[in-house]
T-cell receptor, first 113, second 112 residues
Framework: GEDVEQSLFLSVREGDSSVINCTYT??????LYWYKQEPGAGLQLLTY?????DMKQDQRLTVLLNKKDKHLSLRIADTQTGDSAIYFC?????????????FGKGTKLSVIP | NAGVTQTPKFRVLKTGQSMTLLCAQD?????MYWYRQDPGMGLRLIHY???????AKGEVPDGYNVSRLKKQNFLLGLESAAPSQTSVYFC???????????FGSGTQLSVL
């Protein structure tokens, strides 16, 4: 099946930028997503990018997509302690099973005050 | 709007017991999903539904059954619980296949 890979941990100092990376295998991916999970809660959509885009910016968030290398990244500028959470990369294909999202294992972001 | 509501929030079962997890959404969404989340495994899709009266298998369907008798409800059943089903279960819904998912707050299930 399709696979989505992320590093498991990232630690940054408050005020620095965070970059969370993700690679995926499905070349037919149509949408790629970043979800955020705070402790004891469900996932919330942070942002998404359509596969024909290279970049999307939304306030402190910048998503970069390299479709050739199947690499997605999420940059959080001026990282705050409230950004501490688990971040999941997810992709949706276009073929059979395109109802389903394939999630990475999640990157736990720790922000040091 | 309440969004996506899951009940119960916590449950402890003995091996072999049965139970049903309820998911309710008030957003008139067509699509509903059940995921399980395990440490180091991310989220894995158990079953999903693309509309009232329909269900389909996801990545890890064995040991679970689902029903979607009403559009707003999606039930996940465990007929004979096993310790391997100890997990956090999340329900999600979306308006269409390409719209964002709204998640419930999860059900923590322990099977002893």
């Amino acid at each position: 099946g399709e696979d989505v890979e992320q590093s498991l941990f990232l630690s940054v100092r408050e005020g620095d930028s965070s970059v969370i990376n993700c690679t995926y295998t499905d070349s037919s991916s149509t949408y790629l997503y970043w979800y955020k999970q705070e402790p004891g809660a469900g996932l919330q959509l942070l942002t998404y990018i359509f596969s024909n885009m290279d970049m999307k910016q939304d306030q402190r968030l910048t998503v970069l997509l390299n479709k050739k290398d199947k690499h997605l990244s999420l940059r959080i500028a001026d990282t705050q302690t409230g950004d501490s959470a688990i971040y999941f990369c997810a992709e949706k294909g276009s073929g059979a099973g395109s109802y389903q999202l394939t999630f990475g294992k999640g990157t736990k972001l720790s922000v040091i005050p | 709007n309440a969004g996506v509501t899951q009940t119960p929030k916590f449950r402890v079962l003995k091996t072999g017991q049965s139970m049903t997890l309820l998911c309710a959404q008030d957003m008139n969404h067509e699509y509903m999903y059940w995921y399980r989340q395990d440490p180091g495994m991310g989220l894995r899709l158990i079953h999903y539904s693309v509309g009232e009266g329909t269900t389909a298998k996801g990545e890890v369907p064995d040991g679970y059954n689902v029903s979607r008798l009403k559009k707003q409800n999606f039930l996940l059943g465990l007929e004979s619980a096993a310790p391997s089903q100890t997990s956090v279960y999340f329900c999600a819904s979306s308006y269409s296949a390409h719209e964002k998912l709204f998640f419930g707050s999860g059900t923590q299930l322990s099977v002893l």
